[in-house]
């Protein structure tokens, strides 16, 4: 089993700047294809970003791309969210989970999740 824990979450104004870390242990890292989700009030649980074991594969929905960058350090067991001109539509829980096969499915077929970290983005 893996255990995860993020870190990195906080207030910050509309247009502000975040990098949320997420750090594992209990597993062979590398084996593991790594993801960050979010949860904002009242809603589901959603697909934020997604990055294969070697780092070579890397996928975002639209409501994110080309303001959020995922990236990991094997070395470290350590995945990374930098979150760049936030919106206040971002604000929700983000949550880092693990899975040896996935890499875009559902949020209910991903094996490991860490506990959350909250950001709220101000306008």
């Known amino acids: 089993q893996v255990q995860l824990v993020e870190s990195g979450g906080g207030l910050v104004q509309a247009g502000g700047s975040l990098r949320l870390s997420c750090v594992a242990s209990g597993g062979t890292f590398r084996m593991y294809n790594m993801g960050w989700f979010r949860q904002p009030p009242g809603k589901e649980r959603e697909f934020v970003a997604s990055i294969s074991g070697g780092g070579g594969r890397i996928y975002y929905p639209d409501s994110v791309k080309g303001r959020f960058t995922i990236s990991r350090d094997n070395a470290k067991n350590t995945v990374y969210l930098q979150m760049n001109s936030l919106k206040p539509e971002d604000t929700a829980v983000y949550y880092c989970?693990?899975?040896?096969?996935?890499?875009?499915?559902?949020?209910?077929?991903?094996?490991?999740w860490g506990q959350g970290t909250q950001v709220t983005v101000s306008s």
């Open positions: 989970a693990a899975d040896p096969t996935l890499l875009r499915g559902d949020w209910t077929t991903w094996d490991y």
